[in-house]
């Protein structure tokens, strides 16, 4: 089975442009999770999502990022402008709907440098 | 706020020898703890488990302690490999509106094997 992937896998934009991130979860997989982690810092949750619906978009630092997940199934987070502090590591996750287990299966992570 | 955090920012052990790494957390209305391990290039990968309504945890070669009275979790690896050389989070939730929420991750040890 396959696990979460993450597209790119590494994306160097000027400052000021657009990126867009693209998360497939596992297939079945309700939930859907965005964290970044900036340099030296612990990585820290954008938004949440169970199925189609922004259930939690508390962590999304502000306007110019854009998460969807049309259809319930992938997700893309975009960055429009970015800035240089945007730069850091993209973390998607997935996981069941089973109460029994909250863990989350992370993706290997794209890492975006804004320059 | 309310965070998760740990004591030592890097661990040197040798090969064989047992590890020890620890985490505080503040937040009591948390009741599900996971320790993640991430070795370079790759997202966060799930180690062990422990609930809130539990105080000890083994898998194989770990062992989870969890200290509800002082907010104090524990990952404990015997005969620790040269495979055992990551970052390890520790990391907390709670169930939310029926679902796991939020993953709060504390910065991260960075445990590095001797031979």
């Not at chain 2, 890097?10 to 320790?35: H, K, M, P, R």
């Not at chain 2, 490999?81 to 029926?98: I, L």
């Not at chain 2, 679902?99 to 504390?106: A, C």
């Amino acid at each position: 089975e396959a696990g979460v992937t993450q597209f790119p896998s590494h994306s160097v934009i000027e400052k000021g442009q657009t990126v867009t991130l693209r998360c497939d979860p596992i297939s079945g997989h309700d939930n859907l999770y965005w964290y970044r982690r900036v340099m030296g810092k612990e990585i820290k949750f954008l938004l949440h999502f169970v199925k189609e619906s922004k259930q939690d978009e508390s962590g999304m630092p502000n306007n110019r990022f854009l998460a969807e997940r049309t259809g319930g199934t992938y997700s893309t987070l975009k960055v429009q402008p970015a800035e240089l502090e945007d730069s850091g590591v993209y973390f998607c996750a997935s996981s069941q709907s089973t109460p029994g287990r909250g863990d989350a299966f992370f993706g290997q992570g794209t890492r975006l440098t804004v320059v | 706020g309310e965070s998760v955090g740990l004591h030592l920012p890097t661990l040197s052990v040798q090969e064989g020898d047992n590890s020890i790494i620890n985490c505080a957390y503040s937040n009591s209305a948390s009741d599900y703890f996971i320790w993640y391990k991430q070795e370079s290039g790759k997202g966060p990968q799930f180690i062990i488990d422990i609930r809130s309504n539990m105080d000890k945890r083994q898998g194989q070669r770990v062992t989870v302690l969890l200290n509800k009275t002082v907010k104090h979790l524990s990952l404990q690896i015997a005969a620790t490999q040269p495979g055992d050389s990551a970052v390890y989070f520790c990391a907390e939730t709670a169930m939310w509106y029926g679902s796991w929420g939020k993953l709060q991750f504390g910065a991260g040890t960075q445990v590095v094997v001797t031979p």
